[in-house]
């Protein structure tokens, strides 16, 4: 068995297969221009921002490379290195409804930066391009690829068209086309995540007035893993759909009872238990990890501020059991790799993030103990599911930037 531990390469080494993918699909000479932007991965405050709660996610080293270059005219030509399948659309005519395919999301944000330049007088800056994607972030495993690449579309699309963008605009461009066009109902947590980035340190966001703050990492004393489990779901983005669902309905009931809350996040400890009884089991069970996560997430920060990682790895723990017991957006492989995990002495704590159903565990691990982890998970995935789990230590990123190659 080889050593799951694998280092990211340098985004920029990814540059050649792609200037080739570029040059081949489009058949063009021109020398694009390059942009990337990262994952991320989130701590505490698991399905917290639609529910307005607080997060703490971090920028990964891995991300979305996209090329671009100016065509003339007025169409854009999108293609992608992993899919064979390219479109091709016209700025005046863009298409009005997904089709379930990966270009929806550059799609959804060539139609709000579109919009954004018309609504500022600058529309004829916009013109033809032509937008090449790839990347080294696993598609799906809760590292929020979605924002990468939409986040990665409005900042290649504003420094090609020369739009003057602010960081902000771009983040609600990309969140805007992935809750309209393209339809999940996400929070704001991930385009901020993204857009904020900043390396060795956490985004402290409270989603309920999007006020946010960066706390610092020591990086000197842990490294953060993710490990992925291989699973994908199709059906992720439905299930995640009816989560966001199940809370609303929770909170249509609870809010009569509690006048000043605004979101699920507010309800009193008090009215939930007064009223729990009258609602369905399921919607208690979502009701309870929310709020308990709200809790977890205050004292994570604490803890983070006090330096106490055994702290705060405890409570990346206690929510990693809410996910799989309260909120059942865990699977046999999460969970074996996170018992797995905290089963090594030098893992302060391990738990599914993103949305679930498969995806990443992200791991918290004294510094020097990476390899007793690899190892570990290594051997029991391979004992229960026959296969090796790809594990990765990063160092962060400083978010969506132009690169020189
Ligand atoms: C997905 C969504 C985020 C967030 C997480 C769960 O990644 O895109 O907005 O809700 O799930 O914390």
Redesign the pocket.
Known sequence: MTSPIAASPDPRLLFPALARGFAEHFGTGATPRVFFAPGRV?LM??????NGGP?LPTAVDRGTLILAAPRPGRRVRLACLREGEGLEVDLERLPMARTGAWSDYPLGVLREVLELARARGCLDRTGGLDLYFGGNLPVGA?L?S??SICVGTALALDRTWGLDLAPMDRVHAALRAERGFVG?Q?????PYAVGLARPEHLLWLDCKDAAYEHLPLDPTAFSIAVADSGVRRELAAGE?NRRVAECDQAFGRLAPHAPDAICLRDVPWDVFLEHRADLEPVLARRVEHVLREVERTFAARSALLAGDIVGFGRLIQAAHGSLRDLYEVSCRELDRIVEDALACSGVFGARLT??GFGGCAVILVRKGAEEELAERLTRGFHATFGREVPLWFFRGDEGPRELEV
């Open positions: 989130n405050g698991a399905h917290l921002d639609y997060v809760g929020s979605s924002a999940v996400c929070g704001i947590m991930d995640f993103g949305a």
